[in-house]
């Protein structure tokens, strides 16, 4: 079981407000990333980090802004929250790689849903 | 455009049969992964597959890789009703310096009945 933790597990909202999804993790890894994945779908990365104070956006577009402020957190922010947004979120980490990818420990989740 | 892509999107089977999934991508790797995820949850790791490597065993996991035609395919041998779950195939792609991203296929809807 991965050290890797996300809240809230399902968010149900209205249109506007603003939410911030938590994600940390113990294991100590400089690598965060965030996925964006509809039911049935693949997962497409719309947030990534390489440490402290270093964030990307990812290949899908998205609203949402990021932080990474101490290596285990990396908290995924919606200034203003809309029924496109509607998803799930997948927070997911791993240890800095050499010349290729290392394996990726995943959170549990957070199910948005936007009223 | 989607890197890893499997085949097929679903699957069915009586619980002690075997299932094969199917990955293709595009272009050069340095590795390929496959990933489990049970409904609503996140994914876990299963198996890392490097491009010089061409077969992988991890228990009743048996994966292929074929860099050749940019495939691969996972085995589970002797299903059971507690493999019932999506699989995804994930390959690297280069994103700058010496960082690598993860592309994710569709994944392969697998259902072992009991």
């Known amino acids: 079981e991965a050290d890797i933790y996300q809240t809230p597990r399902y968010l149900v909202i209205g249109t506007g407000k603003k939410i911030t999804l938590e994600c940390s993790q113990t294991?100590?890894?400089?690598?965060m990333y965030w996925y964006q994945q509809d039911p049935g779908m693949e997962l497409h990365l719309i947030h990534y980090?390489?440490?402290?104070?270093?964030?990307e956006k990812g290949d899908l577009s998205s609203e949402s802004t990021v932080s990474r402020i101490r290596t285990e957190h990396f908290p995924l922010t919606l200034e203003s929250a809309r029924p496109s947004h509607t998803s799930q979120y997948l927070c997911?980490?791993?240890?800095?790689?050499?010349?290729?990818?290392?394996?990726?420990?995943f959170g549990p989740g957070t199910r948005l849903t936007v009223l | 455009s989607q890197q890893g892509e499997e085949d097929p999107q679903a699957l069915s089977i009586q619980e002690g049969e075997n299932a094969t999934m199917n990955c293709s991508y595009k272009?050069?790797?340095?590795?390929l992964q496959w990933y489990r995820q049970n409904s609503g949850r996140g994914l876990v790791h299963l198996i890392l597959i490097r491009s010089n490597e061409r077969e992988k065993h991890s228990g009743r996991l048996r994966v292929t890789l074929d860099t050749s035609k940019k495939s691969s395919s996972l085995l589970i041998t002797a299903s059971r009703a507690a493999d019932t779950a999506s699989y995804f195939c994930?390959?690297?792609?280069?994103?700058?310096?010496?960082?690598?991203?993860?592309?994710f296929g569709k994944g392969t809807l697998l259902t072992v009945n009991p």
């Open positions: 997911a980490s791993s240890a800095v790689g050499t010349v290729s990818t290392d394996t990726q420990y």
């Open positions: 980090s390489y440490g402290v104070n270093s964030t």
């Open positions: 994930a390959t690297d792609a280069w994103s700058g310096g010496s960082n690598y991203k993860l592309t």
């Open positions: 272009t050069s790797i340095n590795n």
């Open positions: 294991m100590g890894h400089d690598k």
